[in-house]
């Protein structure tokens, strides 16, 4: 091994330094891929260990919460929807499931004085809480 020279670490390290520089400019935030989201649309659906109904259930997902997919397994039950989706925790059959997508909003950067704007207000996803006497 030979020892490095003061040119050559000047010119990795320049390399280097510049292309973090110009990272930010690369990434593209519209690009981000959430296919692979679901939110319960049912009172509650259960999370079993196996894709199947006689497995033991692991636990509860309730309505409006959004879970992420890791894979999908083509089960022999039901056999009028044999699909299950693999979250975190074990399975869930995709009968009370709909897929989601995040979408990001691009704000305007100025809205010239004296014109007029057609636009659309949205508001970010909020976990709803029912209080009862409970």
Do not use: C
Request: avoid cysteine; glycine fraction near 6%.
């Amino acid at each position: 091994m030979h020892p490095i020279s003061r040119r050559d670490f000047l010119k990795v390290s320049g390399s280097g330094l510049l292309s973090l520089g110009l990272s930010p400019l690369l990434r593209n935030p519209d690009v981000f891929d959430d296919s692979a989201r679901v939110r319960v649309t049912t009172k509650s659906v259960s999370v079993y260990r196996e894709p199947t109904d006689q497995s033991t259930i692991a636990h509860q997902l309730f309505r409006d919460e959004v879970v992420n997919i890791y894979e999908e397994v083509d089960a022999s039950e039901p056999s009028y929807n044999p699909i299950w989706y693999g979250v975190w925790g074990g399975y869930v059959h995709r009968a009370r499931l709909q897929k989601v997508k995040t979408l990001y909003n691009k704000p305007l950067a100025l809205i010239p004085e004296g014109t007029r704007q057609l636009s659309e207000i949205t508001v970010p996803y909020t976990q709803a809480m029912r209080y009862t006497k409970t």
